[in-house]
């Protein structure tokens, strides 16, 4: 049974940061492309970062600058590290595990306000 479980999310004021952590298990990691997507209230699902299985990264715009993804094959994580937060960063944040199967994790909420 394959799982995803993040946590890390908050609420933070605006300038701060936060880092996100997606346990994974039920998944040969180490062959599975990682990502990080985000879900606003009204808005679609969209891209925040990924990472290939050679490490390999790629930031939506928005985020880039501010936004690092890393992964952990030993240890079956994920990670976001989110610096420099804005109001506009505001969502749900979805942990996403890729390779023939698209598998997701229930999400954790991250609230940028002041």
């Known amino acids: 049974q394959v799982q995803l479980v993040e946590s890390g999310g908050g609420l933070v004021q605006p300038g701060g940061s936060l880092r996100l952590s997606c346990a994974a298990s039920g998944i040969a990691f180490s062959i599975y492309a990682m990502g990080w997507y985000r879900q606003a209230p009204g808005k679609q699902r969209e891209l925040v970062a990924t990472?290939?299985?050679?490490?390999?990264?790629n930031y939506a715009d928005s985020v880039k600058g501010r936004f690092t993804i890393s992964r952990d094959n030993a240890k079956k994580m994920v990670y976001l590290q989110m610096n420099s937060l804005k109001p506009e960063d505001t969502a749900v944040y979805y942990c996403?595990?890729?390779?023939?199967?698209?598998?997701w994790g229930q999400g954790t909420q991250v609230t940028v306000s002041s």
């Open positions: 990472i290939t299985t050679g490490g390999m990264t």
């Open positions: 996403n595990a890729r390779r023939k199967n698209d598998y």
